[in-house]
Structures are given as structure tokens and as C-alpha cells.
């Protein structure tokens, strides 16, 4: 079993910045893809950003790609989501998520994942 749990959230002007962790315990993750995803309120929860196991190739929703980066410490177990110039749009909660499949290619679907965390707050003001 493992557990992931988000911290880094908050509240951030337009423009700004926020490092968002998501540390594993229970097992290591390195083999594990590794993504973020963010839920708005009123919303569906969408994928935001996804790290293979392995190779580390990284994935992005179309409108982060440039300002967000996932990356992993494994000897940490811990991934991490940098955002920069955030948005008013990016407000949502943030949920760091685990899959155990071996995937080459990381799911964009929430129901492929196996283990999730309880979710980070972040909100960005104009």
C-alpha cells in the first residue's frame, strides 16, 4: 500500500509561483508513474502533469506546458509540480496520484491510478 501526501499550497497573485510536493510512504514509487492532477470547483477533475517511471519522460496538459514542470526524487520518494506565472484558471485542488501498471505511456484518465493523495489547495488571485 502506499500513501501520498500533498503539501506546498496556497495562496498566490497572479504571476507567481508555488512548489507543490507529494511524498510517498510505504513503498518506493521509482517504479511507479507518477502524475498531478486538479480538480476546480464546480468542475470535473483533470490531468495536469504525469512522470514515467524509468526514463523520467514527462506530460503536460496543453495549457501548463510552459509554466508547470513535474520532476521526482527517488531517493526522496517524492515528486514534485513547479508552477510559475500562474493563473486565476489554475485555482483548484491539486491531487498528486500514483500508478503501479508499468505504463509506458502515463494515463490522462483518473481511473487508471491506483493511489491517490487528499489534495492541496491552491489559489491564485488577479
Known amino acids: 500500500q502506499v500513501q501520498l501526501v500533498e503539501s506546498g499550497g496556497g495562496l498566490v497573485q497572479a504571476g507567481g509561483s508555488l512548489r507543490l510536493s507529494c511524498a510517498a510512504s510505504g513503498r518506493t514509487v521509482s517504479s511507479y508513474g507518477m502524475a498531478w492532477f486538479r480538480q476546480a470547483p464546480e468542475k470535473e477533475r483533470e490531468f495536469v502533469a504525469a512522470?514515467?517511471?524509468?526514463?523520467?519522460?514527462?506530460y503536460y496538459l496543453n495549457s501548463v506546458k510552459g509554466r508547470f514542470t513535474i520532476s521526482r526524487d527517488n531517493a526522496k520518494n517524492t515528486v514534485y509540480l513547479q508552477m510559475n506565472s500562474l493563473k486565476p484558471e489554475d485555482t483548484a485542488v491539486y491531487y498528486c496520484?500514483?500508478?503501479?501498471?508499468?505504463?509506458?505511456?502515463?494515463?490522462?484518465?483518473?481511473?487508471?491510478?491506483?493511489?491517490w493523495g487528499q489534495g492541496t489547495q491552491v489559489t491564485v488571485s488577479s
Open positions: 496520484a500514483a500508478d503501479r501498471s508499468l505504463r509506458r505511456h502515463p494515463p490522462e484518465a483518473d481511473y487508471e491510478y491506483d493511489y
Open positions: 512522470i514515467t517511471w524509468g526514463r523520467d519522460f514527462t
